[in-house]
């Protein structure tokens, strides 16, 4: 195999340009890390609200500050992301959706919709 250019010796991540799939691969990754460090906190969170009365309501007031409402959208963010990317890849192990066209669209719906899930969850809690 003869090669006219040689390989790339250092990539720029940030000036490559992937396409949907490759975010939603990559999201769906991150969302999954995300998840699995929150375990922890929401573990905490909801040990601590079954206590008693005043403790739930120390929860509640904890989860209305700013940085507990960030934490919690990110959260929302990657489960709904890990969600709609593990139902995609379950459809592509089954070959449902592996035309090029099709993967592409799929992609896109997950990236979308996961931001689409955490926005119908910020209209509920606001």
Do not use: C
Not at 10 to 26: R, V
């Amino acid at each position: 195999m003869d090669r006219k250019t040689p390989a790339p010796r250092f990539l720029n991540l940030l000036k490559i340009k992937l396409p949907p799939g490759g975010i939603a691969s990559i999201a769906h990754r991150v969302s999954g890390v995300l998840m699995f460090l929150g375990i922890p906190l929401v573990a905490w969170l909801f040990a601590r609200s079954l206590e008693n009365e005043a403790a739930y309501l120390e929860v509640v007031g904890l989860m209305k500050s700013p940085p507990a409402l960030m934490v919690s959208i990110l959260l929302i963010w990657s489960l709904s992301h890990h969600l709609l990317a593990g139902i995609r890849h379950l459809l592509l192990d089954v070959e449902i959706g592996i035309e090029k066209a099709q993967a592409r669209a799929s992609a896109w719906l997950v990236n979308i919709g996961a931001l689409l899930l955490t926005a119908i969850y910020l209209t509920r809690i606001l």
